[in-house]
């Protein structure tokens, strides 16, 4: 048990974080799921509909559905490009002997560049008209035949807005991961070279299971992340063309800020919630379960 003294100590450092926290996240939640049960505009005033938000999104809204499926979709390409590229690049940093900050420097600088700036970057890269820098390069290798404006395609435009993202965070999570790989035990790897371990063996059977905590903890961020994505979605597409890259995120802000159907937007928000806790849960079970395998 920690003295009077240090447990008001402690108690005071972590007040006002928890009330930041519940001033700016759990209040909204709470906001949400109250405005869940009503019909409101925004003016006129709230009108109880009990239920039947959740029933028509859950039974009557296609849109609702099909912005569902393009969020599984987001999600899957930008947690393995984040991931992915991230252990990979992670990995190879330790064995290099120079060069280590520059790399590091150089994959961190996407997360700290502007949202928009990042946007607007990749608009040009996609453009078709006039060429892109991903065009351009199709042509200078003989696949020009591949070109294509990769935005207005309903067939890429859902991978189109998923790569920025992925990108963006790869190098804060390469950080993560490289620091996680720091600590592992130099003994262990040592003993195992001398016993003759490959590289892969020794990544699958020391390595990895050390960082799996950490490897737990970010891929709970990134796909809590992957799942509230909106900023750049929106900006390069705001989900079209038609609904090929509309996002349950985009799908509230328009249904709230366009259509001024508050309540509704407010019952897809109390849904996003839902849906990161679930994938927290299985994220647990999944990973914990391949540990005690």
């Known amino acids: 048990m920690l003295p009077r003294r240090s447990r008001l100590s402690v108690l005071i450092f972590l007040l006002p974080p928890l009330l930041l926290y519940g001033i700016a996240v759990l209040l909204p939640i709470f906001q949400s799921l109250f405005l869940s049960f009503f019909s ?3 003016i006129s005033e709230l009108q109880f509909v009990g239920l039947s938000n959740y029933t028509h999104m859950l039974t009557g809204d296609s849109v609702f559905w099909h912005a569902f499926v393009n969020g599984l979709g ?3 390409i930008c947690v393995v490009l984040q991931l992915g590229g991230a252990l990979l690049v992670a990995s190879l940093l330790t064995s290099f002997r120079r060069g280590r900050e520059l ?3 150089l994959y961190l ?3 700290v560049i502007s949202t928009v700036a990042i946007a607007f970057l990749f608009e040009r890269i996609y453009s078709f008209d006039p060429v892109g820098l991903l065009n351009q390069i199709l042509g200078w290798v003989g696949l020009g035949g591949l070109a294509r404006p990769w935005l207005s395609d309903i067939h890429t435009v859902l991978a189109a807005d998923s790569i920025p993202e992925g990108w963006r965070f790869t190098g804060l999570y390469m950080l993560i991961i ?3 790989l720091l600590a592992v035990p130099q003994e262990l790897e040592e003993a195992a070279r001398l016993d003759g371990a490959s590289r892969w063996v020794l990544f699958t059977k020391i390595r990895f299971p050390y960082i799996r905590p950490v490897w737990i903890t970010t891929t709970i961020i990134a796909v809590t992340y992957s799942l509230r994505g909106f900023d750049i979605p ?4 705001n989900g079209g063309p038609g609904q090929s ?3 349950l995120t985009t799908y509230m802000y328009k249904t709230a800020f366009t259509s001024t159907d508050y309540g509704y937007a407010s019952t897809i928000a109390v849904f996003v919630v839902v849906e990161c ?3 927290v849960g299985l994220i647990f079970l999944l990973l914990r379960r391949k540990a005690d395998a």
């Open 74 to 76: 987001y999600v899957v």
């Open 40 to 42: 409101w505009d925004g």
């Open 103 to 105: 790399v590091k420097t």
């Open 245 to 247: 890259s509309e996002l």
């Open 109 to 111: 600088l996407p997360a």
């Open 234 to 237: 929106y900006l390069m597409t």
């Open 178 to 180: 490289y620091a996680a």
């Open 277 to 279: 806790l679930v994938a």
